[in-house]
């Protein structure tokens, strides 16, 4: 029996479990993040198990030119909050895809994760360069701006902005409300 195309199969579908996951995860930052906790990603119910994360592990090492195979096993690592470890994952993938976007804006993620704001919003920057319109990009780098860096002034501008790419958000709302609380309104 021929365990390649196995082997591909298994990979297809961890990938798009992961890739699942790393959208609800995306979707739950904002709010972990406003309440001023350390957790800056995936609630617990998100962690990915360590036998799940070796998995990951040996398939991009087995395919170590596969950008999706090191982006998988970053947002495994990214979900179980092994954010030193995702960011050379991440590396790897951008080595590989330099342009792409939505890597670039978890690696930031992740430098935030481990106390690293400022190297985050380098990150969030870069992706804004390659795509003006990436949104989350954008409120990423607000929330750095206003939480960690305690920068106002560029927090604020950069909610507009996430607001004036993605004014039916479903964080819109709150959005605003931050904008309105850095105001001081």
Known sequence: MNRKPTALVVFILL??????????????????????????????AMVRSPAEIQQLEAIAKANAGN????????????????FAEAIISYQRAL?????????????GTCYRGVGQPQRAIEEYQK??????????????????????????????KSFEK????APNAPNAAEIRGEIQKLKGK
């Open 95 to 107: 080595d590989l895809d330099p342009k792409n976007v939505d890597v670039r804006v978890d690696m």
């Open 67 to 82: 950008a999706n195979a090191w982006i998988a096993l970053g947002n495994a690592q990214m979900d179980a909050q092994r």
């Open 15 to 44: 990938i798009a479990a992961v890739v699942a996951g790393c959208k609800q995860q995306q979707q739950s930052q904002w709010s972990q993040g406003q309440a001023g906790q350390k957790q800056v990603v995936a609630p617990p």
């Open 162 to 165: 996430y607001l004036e790419l």
């Open 127 to 156: 992706a804004s360069k390659i795509d003006p319109r990436h949104p989350m990009a954008q409120m990423n780098a607000g929330v750095v701006y206003a939480y960690d860096l305690g920068r106002k002034a560029e927090a604020i």
